[in-house]
């Protein structure tokens, strides 16, 4: 099974500050990277899906780049809303498996 | 309005079994994958299993293999998980999830979730 890590495992940041996450996989799995977005006692939200690409209705403030082993999520500018746990996923390969999570808090 | 909904969580003693269901609404359900991922109380998420449109293809993790039972019936737009032989770590709030496949890469995601229902193993 492909492992993947993420880090900071927790931040704090304020409004309007650029956050940025990292998502590292134990193999290559080219662009099949997914980013979600989960707030206390909600379902995950679909943010970023192949390492780029953003889903219809989110903000344009994510962002999300990279390939191969190494990933980011970006938030350019952080709003209230945006508070809560983010996970990475690779789909390459079957388990699909999820990051550990990053939370983001207010500082 | 396009959702998934689940049911059938609840408290049940080790050894015991429960069936989960997931039913669809908003979108053509048969069309799609579909998928189980849970989240033990505090964790993160876990994939648990995963069926193709017409049921052909399906995947478990290996730590529910041979005791969970993923199956749907595209007519009443429902997904289900047999759960079988529960443990106390099989505790955790199930997620079903529409999983979207790329039509020439093999891009896949999970974009649509419900809400979840909460299954506890406990004596």
């Known amino acids: 099974d492909i492992q993947m890590t993420q880090s900071p495992s927790s931040l704090s ?19 099949y990277l997914n980013w979600y ?30 390939s191969g082993t190494d990933f980011t999520l970006t938030i350019s500018s952080l709003q209230p809303e945006d508070f809560a746990t983010y996970y990475c996923q690779q789909s390459y390969s079957t388990p699909v498996t999820f990051g550990p999570g990053t939370k983001v808090d207010i500082k | ?10 408290l049940v003693k080790p050894g015991g079994s429960l069936r989960l269901s997931c039913a669809a609404s908003g979108f053509t359900f048969s069309s ?15 994939w648990v299993s995963s069926i193709s449109s017409s049921s052909s293809y399906i995947y478990y993790a290996d730590s529910v293999k041979g005791r969970f039972t993923i199956s749907r019936d595209n007519a009443k737009n429902s997904l289900y998980l047999q759960m079988n032989s529960l443990r106390a770590e099989d505790t955790a709030v199930y997620y079903c999830a529409r999983e979207v496949r790329g039509s020439v890469t093999a891009i896949r995601y999970f974009d649509l979730w419900g809400r979840g229902t909460l299954v506890t193993v406990s004596s």
């Open chain 2, 1 to 10: 309005e396009v959702q998934l909904v689940e049911s059938g969580g609840g």
């Open chain 1, 13 to 31: 940041a304020s409004v309007g500050d650029r956050v940025t996450i990292t998502c590292r996989a134990s193999q290559s799995i080219s662009s």
């Open chain 1, 37 to 66: 977005q989960q707030k206390p006692g909600k379902a995950p939200k679909l943010l970023i899906y192949a390492a780029s690409s953003l889903q219809s209705g989110v903000p344009s403030r994510f962002s999300g780049s990279g």
């Open chain 2, 32 to 46: 799609y994958s579909m998928n189980w991922v849970r989240q033990a109380p505090g964790k993160g998420l876990e």
